[in-house]
């Protein structure tokens, strides 16, 4: 069983930056892999960054590609999603979430496929 919380969102203006991290229980954290999801009011939860069991391969939604960057620290069991030039659009509650599928499986897109989440982190990006 893994245990996840989230931390560090907050109110930013557009353009702004912040750095979500996910601490994680569990000595077998490095056997999954990692993904950042996030959900707006009245939206369906959306893929936004995963990274592999050891860092080497990390994905990325469109709408945040060169601009975000999903990384982890295994022995400090840690996720983060280094966020910048946020815009209004990012404006959600983001959420962290381990999968126990291999990465070469590509199954990281879809909430379903992840089976532990934090209770997750509000950011607002002002305009």
């Known amino acids: 069983q893994v245990q996840l919380v989230e931390s560090g969102g907050g109110l930013v203006q557009a353009g702004g930056s912040l750095r979500l991290s996910c601490a994680a229980s569990?000595?077998?954290?490095?056997?999954?892999?990692m993904g950042w999801f996030r959900q707006a009011p009245g939206k369906e939860r959306e893929f936004v960054a995963a990274?592999?069991?050891?860092?080497?391969?990390?994905n990325y939604a469109d709408s945040v590609k060169d601009r975000f960057t999903i990384s982890r620290d295994n022995v400090k069991t840690m996720v983060y999603l280094q966020m910048n030039s946020l815009q209004p659009e990012d404006t959600a509650v983001y959420y962290c979430?381990?999968?126990?599928?291999?990465?070469?499986?590509?199954?990281?897109?879809?909430?379903?496929?992840?089976?532990?989440w934090g209770q997750g982190t509000q950011v607002t990006v002002s305009s």
């Open positions: 569990g000595r077998t954290f490095s056997s999954y892999v």
């Open positions: 979430g381990s999968n126990s599928w291999a990465w070469s499986s590509g199954r990281y897109y879809s909430g379903n496929d992840y089976g532990y």
């Open positions: 990274i592999s069991r050891k860092g080497a391969g990390t």
